[in-house]
């Protein structure tokens, strides 16, 4: 590129998975995983207890270690409270995915009403695009 556009400046777009592993990263995301269940259980309003996506954390977190420059202290914090907030917004995005699961004929385990997903069902982004959607309906 730079033989081609000689001078001019280009950024290349990564994907999370390239913070991933930095050793703040891996480590914030041990220690938030308990921090996770723990939050399902004493957040108020929500409605989401993520298992599956316990895996997913890494993911969810990992441009906090860049952005705290590595202090684990200060991602455990940014991270608790993301995931507490992306639980509340999945608590509020479930009936959605519950919808999408049906009508993609999802087979639900027994006792289960709703469904959600902290990892993409927890995007600030996502949410606010859905409540700006809501007001057109």
Same mark, same amino acid.
């Given at each position: ?10 950024? *290349? ?9 930095? #050793?703040?990263? *891996? ?18 309003? &929500? &409605? ?8 997913? *954390? #890494? ?6 270690? #860049? ?7 200060? $991602? ?15 608590? &509020? ?15 639900? #385990? ?5 469904? $959600? $997903? ?20």
């Amino acid at each position: 590129m730079q033989k081609r556009f000689s001078g001019q400046e280009f950024y *290349i777009g990564l994907d999370s998975a390239v913070a991933i592993g930095h #050793p703040a990263a *891996i480590a914030t995301a041990l220690i938030l995983v308990p921090i996770t269940i723990i939050l399902a259980l004493i957040v108020p309003g &929500n &409605n989401v207890l993520p298992f599956g996506d316990l895996a997913t *954390i #890494p993911f969810m977190i990992a441009m906090v270690a #860049p952005i705290s420059k590595g202090n684990v202290f200060r $991602s455990v914090i940014i991270g608790a409270i993301v995931i507490g907030v992306g639980l509340l917004i999945a608590t &509020n995005v479930a009936p959605l995915h519950t919808q999408a699961a049906i009508d993609a004929a999802f087979q639900f #385990p027994e006792g289960a009403s709703k469904i $959600s $997903s902290i990892c993409d069902g927890a995007n600030p982004l996502t949410w606010v695009l859905l409540q700006i959607m809501k007001i057109f309906r």
